[in-house]
């Protein structure tokens, strides 16, 4: 009964791995298929987000930082922060998968604290769902809120290095408020269809 408890608190991909290590080889190299082909989708929805601006006051809106939050949470602390990883190791490969240039020199520009923050966001959202903080839409926001707020944190640290701590925060920040306010209300909202999506691909 217990491991039945613990298993419903699990992310799709930690119950799908915890039955991989009971049910056999077979198992386990469908569960590892699984995993590169979900790396590979959340690469190129980072990828593609990077690149989609909508007009939203007083900035566009970018989704990125939205797709960042939905992959920690569906896939787990590991799956999650290798999928990040995987991709700001394209873009530091020249891949042109981020919205303002490619390559290794990019993470030394005023985004380089925020794309950091993507990968410390993912490792930590992820983390938080395996304790199953992804069940119900108050933590689940929660831990959206808790997400962003350290993308935040590395960002406005590392662009305060270059433009000083008070510009960092007029213009690393406050004018994205808005717009991560709704981006924590679609993420929040979105989990049902980002935890099915894992589900389908776990089969």
Request: some cysteine; hydrophobic content about 55%; glycine content about 12%.
């Amino acid at each position: 009964m217990n491991d039945i408890t613990a298993q419903a608190k699990m992310t799709p991909l930690a119950a799908a791995a915890l039955v991989a290590r009971r049910g056999g080889d077979a198992d386990t190299s469908l569960t590892i298929m699984a995993q590169i082909c979900l790396l590979v989708c959340g690469v190129t929805a980072l990828a593609v987000s990077a690149h989609i601006k909508i007009p939203f006051y007083p900035v566009p809106l970018t989704m990125q930082t939205l797709v960042v939050l939905l992959i920690g949470m569906s896939y787990g602390s590991r799956l999650g922060g290798a999928t990040v990883l995987a991709y700001l190791g394209a873009g530091a490969a020249g891949a042109p998968v981020f919205a303002g240039g490619a390559g290794i020199i990019y993470f030394a520009g005023p985004t380089g604290g925020y794309l950091a923050g993507f990968f410390v966001a993912a490792i930590t959202l992820g983390f938080l769902a395996e304790r199953g903080w992804a069940r119900s839409f108050v933590t689940t926001a929660l831990s959206m809120v808790i997400g962003t707020a350290l993308i935040y944190a590395c960002g406005v640290t590392w662009l305060s290095q270059l433009i000083g701590f008070e510009k960092a925060i007029s213009f690393g920040m406050l004018p994205f408020l808005y717009g991560d306010a709704l981006k924590l209300v679609i993420a929040s909202l979105g989990m049902p269809f980002a935890w099915s999506f894992v589900n389908k691909m776990m089969k």
